[in-house]
């Protein structure tokens, strides 16, 4: 079995050391979980005070990340303002250190998004990305990663080692799409998004299937092809995620995969975001579905 570290050697030495950082950090995170659920403020089963997990994640992260040498900033959901080395380094990265963090009450599916390029900006559009992946910390730990080699899922096995092996490699969104996961409540979609969503009823005749955390529910269109969408609302026409450090990476690793992205107009890829924090609707899936979107949002 081929693991991470041996199938990253041909990327630049930098980006690996980056993936390594995070990869490292697994067994602390996974084992960490159960105790560290309850809520910020209060102790932990081992009298720790708690820090929010998606707080003491990011921490952790950060910490990884500034070891490498190579880092010379970080953009996170959890950082008020990035961090810039003051002794420069090659690479930025932008984590969303706990996606899906709603999910910890009810032990649902989360997980870390991360990306990484090495151009001056601090922003980029993702079509910059030099390598893009999440871990999700579902029934089995997986950590996808985008690259010049394709979309490969490595598979975290036995604590004790802090390397994943391959598990699945060169993955391709199946060709006809079976799922879609549909966020937003739908009584807040505007008419475009509402027709879109019947022609995937309809026309796609997809299945509804939606876990609230958008690793999740990009992992299994990966996987099964079909549409993720956390479109435009009436009342929020940027939606509710995050271009940096959600959209951008997500977006990279389902194009690299074969389907295609779009904020109702063009590629997220394309897209140059002015803020850290600013957000953009997102549709995700296959070719078909998006170029529909795309369709039917322009009538
Ligand atoms: O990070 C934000 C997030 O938790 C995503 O992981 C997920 O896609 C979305 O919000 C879920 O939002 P909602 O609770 O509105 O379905
Ligand atoms: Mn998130």
Redo the contacts with the bound molecule.
């Keep these: 079995m081929t693991t991470l570290s041996e199938y990253i050697t041909d990327l630049d030495e930098g980006l690996a050391k980056i993936i390594l950082a995070v990869s490292g950090t697994t067994d602390t995170i996974f084992a960490s979980l159960p105790h560290r659920r309850g809520a910020a403020g209060t102790e932990n089963i081992y009298g720790e005070e708690q820090k929010a997990l998606d707080v003491w994640t990011n921490d952790i992260l950060c910490e990884a990340f500034k070891a490498t040498g190579v880092v010379k900033a970080i953009v996170s959901e959890e950082l008020g303002e990035p961090w810039i080395n003051p002794e420069g380094g090659k690479y930025t990265v932008s984590i969303?250190p706990l996606?899906?963090?709603?999910n910890i009450e009810s032990n649902n599916l989360f997980g870390t998004i991360v990306g990484v390029h090495s151009q001056d900006e601090l922003l980029v559009p993702a079509e910059k990305l030099d390598v893009a992946f999440y871990n999700l910390y579902g029934p089995i730990t997986t950590l996808v990663l985008a690259s010049n080699k394709g979309v490969t899922e490595f598979v975290k096995h036995r604590t004790g080692s802090t390397d994943y092996h391959v598990g699945k490699e060169n993955i391709r969104i199946p060709e006809k799409g079976k799922l879609m996961g549909l966020?937003?409540a739908p009584y807040k979609w505007t008419d475009g998004v509402n027709k879109f969503a019947d022609y995937l009823k309809d026309e796609a005749k997809l299945k509804v299937r939606y876990g609230?955390?958008?690793?999740g529910?990009i992992n299994q269109i990966l996987y099964y092809g079909g549409c993720f969408m956390?479109p435009e609302l009436v009342d929020k026409p940027q939606g509710?995620?995050r271009l940096v450090i959600?959209c951008g990476p997500m977006s990279y690793i389902i194009e690299k995969a074969g389907g295609a992205s779009s904020n109702g107009r063009e590629s997220i890829l394309a897209l140059k975001p002015g803020e850290v924090d600013e957000r953009s609707p997102v549709y995700v899936g296959n070719k078909d579905l998006i170029a529909k979107l795309e369709e039917i949002l322009k009538l």
């Design positions: 969303d996606d899906g963090s709603s966020g937003g609230g955390a958008f690793v529910d956390y509710k995620l959600e």
